[in-house]
């Protein structure tokens, strides 16, 4: 069976963003139904997505990454602004809004702020989920920046979600890249291979295979074994099918993949699927997300104890505020 266009565009057209819509997938607490009334910012999933909670278990691991709660609201820990301090916005440096750096030679080129799923600790919330922070997010400024900075060897395009772009769209943000001879690497961060595994289609296949003379990457975004269903497996084999290395972004979440079972689990059920495992995020101090942090030492127990010595595979973990 091949995935259709009509099938993905279905699932964002019918995407899960009203409370009435949530009740057909859950049964929600007074609590919940509460705070869903009181969130002023951007929320929802797929109905695919959705469809993965326990309808009647608030703190089901799916469940806690979709729907807003209350503790969004308590921002004790949270940096304001942080988005602008976390991509070196407030610099000397003149960069298009599509372009964000960390790195020498690396950049991040954010082409949309559309999501499949917004997740509720997302780094990036003053633009995606509060539409706090206003960025342009003009491609072929972008485009024009990369060629300019003879420096630039590696391209994350992300944003949002680039993958809700249409193959047309991507087919022109590959090819203006790979155009550009300096850059050696090009990778997408995408959480459509979890949240919206029907866009692997044939045509996002052509898009993206071949022998490129920068070879693509995708790193998706999985943070619980829940999260892992044939439709995922199956998109996975496709990408590979089409020459393109599939890698896994997590972010170690209190209460939802911070105990030594479940990380063990999600990451043997990664490595089943074919996704390598490639980073592990602490969760950033954007605000809003203090109820999803962990101390910094939880990373490195979870991986001595979860994973060295027991499964194959090399993780990485980003150390972000050492």
């Known amino acids: 069976m091949k995935w259709t266009d009509d099938e993905w565009k279905w699932q964002l057209k019918n995407r899960v963003n009203s409370l009435e819509r949530l009740r057909e997938f859950a049964n929600l607490t007074p609590e919940e139904e509460e705070a869903v ?38 921002r004790q820990h949270g940096i304001e602004n942080y988005l602008i301090h976390k991509e070196n916005r ?36 003053e633009l995606v989920l509060d ?50 001879p300096h850059v050696g690497t090009m990778r997408f961060g995408t959480r459509s291979v979890i949240a919206l595994p029907h866009r692997i289609t044939p045509g996002l296949k052509k898009v993206l295979s071949g022998n490129r003379r920068a070879p693509i990457w995708i790193n998706t975004h999985c943070n619980h074994p829940k999260e892992i ?22 972010v170690l979440l209190k209460g939802i993949n911070d105990d030594i079972e479940t990380f063990q689990e999600l990451h043997i059920k990664l490595l089943r699927t074919r996704i390598r495992p490639y980073y592990l995020f602490y969760c950033e101090p954007v605000p ?18 979860g994973l060295r010595g027991l499964t194959s595979g090399q993780i990485w973990i980003n150390w972000l505020f050492l």
Not at 97 to 120: M, N
Not at 229 to 242: P, R, W
């Open 90 to 125: 407030a610099t000397d440096e003149k960069r298009p809004d599509s372009i964000a750096r960390q790195y020498h030679d690396r950049i991040a080129f954010t082409v949309t702020q559309v999501c499949t799923i917004y997740c509720r600790f997302c780094f990036r919330r």
């Open 37 to 74: 009334k009181s969130t002023k910012g951007t929320w929802g999933a797929t109905p695919y997505y959705a469809s993965l909670m326990d309808r009647d278990d608030p703190s089901c691991p799916v469940r806690r990454q979709l729907v807003p709660t209350k503790a969004e609201q308590l």
């Open 131 to 180: 539409d706090k922070t206003a960025l342009d997010m003009n491609v072929d400024e972008g485009l024009r920046w990369i060629r300019e900075h003879k420096e630039i060897r590696d391209v994350l395009v992300t944003g949002g979600d680039p993958f809700h772009l249409s193959d047309e769209k991507l087919e022109y943000i590959i090819s203006k890249v790979q155009e550009i």
């Open 229 to 250: 269903t044939e439709h995922t497996k199956k998109a996975v084999y496709e990408l590979l099918s089409c020459g393109v290395n599939v890698g896994n972004q997590a």
């Open 288 to 305: 809003g997300s203090d109820h999803f942090r962990t101390d910094l030492l939880k990373g490195r127990e979870l991986i001595e104890k």
